[in-house]
T-cell receptor
Framework: GQNIDQPTEMTATEGAIVQINCTYQ??????LFWYQQHAGEAPTFLSY????GLEEKGRFSSFLSRSKGYSYLLLKELQMKDSASYLC????????????FGGGTRVLVKP | DGGITQSPKYLFRKEGQNVTLSCEQN?????MYWYRQDPGQGLRLIYY???????QKGDIAEGYSVSREKKESFPLTVTSAQKNPTAFYLC???????????FGSGTRLTVV
C-alpha cells in the first residue's frame, strides 16, 4: 500500500512564500504530482516530478528526493487567488500506475 | 476542444434509490477513474479502468458499480448498499502508463 502525508492547513500573507511538504511511502514509485483545487471545483495540474531535483514553473516550484520519499511545493509571491487546497499524489508503477492522493493542504492567503 | 464531462453537476437522491453518474471524455485516453471526496478530505479511489470492458476495484468500491463498454464513457452507479453516499464525486482520465490525470468538474451527490 501507500502512505502519503501532508499538513492539513497553512496560513500565509499575500506576497510571501509558502512551502508545502509531502512525504510518501510506496513500493513502485513512478512519479509525483501536485494539483491545486479550489473549493467545489476539480483539481488542476500544477507540477510533475519523477527525477530528483527542482522543477520551476513561474511562481510555483516543486522538489523531489526519491531516497527520502519527500517532495515540496513552493509557492512564491503569494496572491489571494492562491487560497486553495494543494494535493500531493504519487503514481505507483506496481499498482497499475494509478495515482494515490494525500489528504490535501488547505492554504489560506491573508491580506 | 477535448475534455472530460461529468453530469449532472448536482444530484439529489432519496435513500434506498440507485443513481448513475455520467462521465464522458473525448481525449482518447485509455484509463478512467472515479474518486470520492468528502469535505476537507483528499481523494479516495472507487473504481478504475485501464481498457474497455475491464475495470478494477479501488480502495472504497463497496456500494458502487461501474461499466466500461466504450472507451469514451465510464458511468458510476451509486447503489442503495452505499451507506454514506453524500459526497463530491470526481471522474478522471489519463493516457495509459503515463501522464497525470485530467479531471471532470465533478458531481455533488446529496442523499435526502
Amino acid at each position: 500500500g501507500q502512505n502519503i502525508d501532508q499538513p492539513t492547513e497553512m496560513t500565509a500573507t499575500e506576497g510571501a512564500i509558502v512551502q508545502i511538504n509531502c512525504t510518501y511511502q510506496t513500493s513502485g514509485f513512478n512519479g509525483l504530482f501536485w494539483y491545486q483545487q479550489h473549493a467545489g471545483e476539480a483539481p488542476t495540474f500544477l507540477s510533475y516530478n519523477v527525477l530528483d531535483g527542482l522543477e520551476e514553473k513561474g511562481r510555483f516550484s516543486s522538489f523531489l528526493s526519491r531516497s527520502k520519499g519527500y517532495s515540496y511545493l513552493l509557492l512564491k509571491e503569494l496572491q489571494m487567488k492562491d487560497s486553495a487546497s494543494y494535493l500531493c499524489a504519487v503514481r505507483d508503477g506496481a499498482a497499475g500506475n494509478k495515482l494515490t492522493f494525500g489528504g490535501g493542504t488547505r492554504v489560506l492567503v491573508k491580506p | 476542444d477535448g475534455g472530460i464531462t461529468q453530469s449532472p453537476k448536482y444530484l439529489f437522491r432519496k435513500e434506498g434509490q440507485n443513481v448513475t453518474l455520467s462521465c464522458e471524455q473525448n481525449l482518447n485516453h485509455d484509463a478512467m477513474y472515479w474518486y470520492r471526496q468528502d469535505p476537507g478530505q483528499g481523494l479516495r479511489l472507487i473504481y478504475y479502468s485501464q481498457i474497455v470492458n475491464d475495470f478494477q476495484k479501488g480502495d472504497i468500491a463497496e456500494g458502487y458499480s461501474v461499466s466500461r463498454e466504450k472507451k469514451e464513457s465510464f458511468p458510476l452507479t451509486v447503489t442503495s448498499a452505499q451507506k454514506n453516499p453524500t459526497a463530491f464525486y470526481l471522474c478522471a482520465s489519463s493516457l495509459r502508463d503515463r501522464s497525470g490525470y485530467t479531471f471532470g468538474s465533478g458531481t455533488r451527490l446529496t442523499v435526502v
